[in-house]
């Protein structure tokens, strides 16, 4: 039996597949206008986290990497790849942020990866 407090908080299926697909839609069109129009891209970006906040989705973790997390700006450079951990550095305010990152196919023992 759902309790009132889960009934409330969890939106019908179809709403949050709705949600979703705008979601993908915004991130899409948030990476594209990320070089043009920075101040485009930002609102998308913002608008699909409000979108994901209502219908209790997430982001990919993957698309919600690339952007900001305190000014929401696209972050194309400045990215670190050291001992599992992805570090970056937003150059419009300077926040930088840490994630977890799993070097691609590495079966092999690089003791040095410096890329992607
Ligand atoms: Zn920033």
Not at 87 to 116: D, L
Request: with cysteine; aromatic share 10%; proline share 5%.
């Amino acid at each position: 039996m759902p309790t009132r407090r889960n009934d409330r908080r969890s939106k019908p299926e179809y709403q949050v597949k709705i949600a979703k697909e705008r979601i993908n839609i915004l991130m899409n069109e948030a990476m594209a206008a990320q070089k043009e129009n920075p101040e485009m891209s930002k609102r998308y970006f913002i608008l699909a986290k409000k979108i994901g906040m209502r219908y209790n989705v997430l982001i990919p973790g993957n698309k919600k990497r690339k952007f900001c997390k305190k000014c929401f700006s696209f972050l194309s450079e400045g990215w670190r790849f050291k001992g599992g951990q992805a570090r970056v550095t937003c150059k419009n305010c300077g926040q930088s942020m840490r994630y977890p990152y799993k070097p691609f196919r590495s079966k092999k023992k690089n003791k040095r990866t410096e890329h992607r």
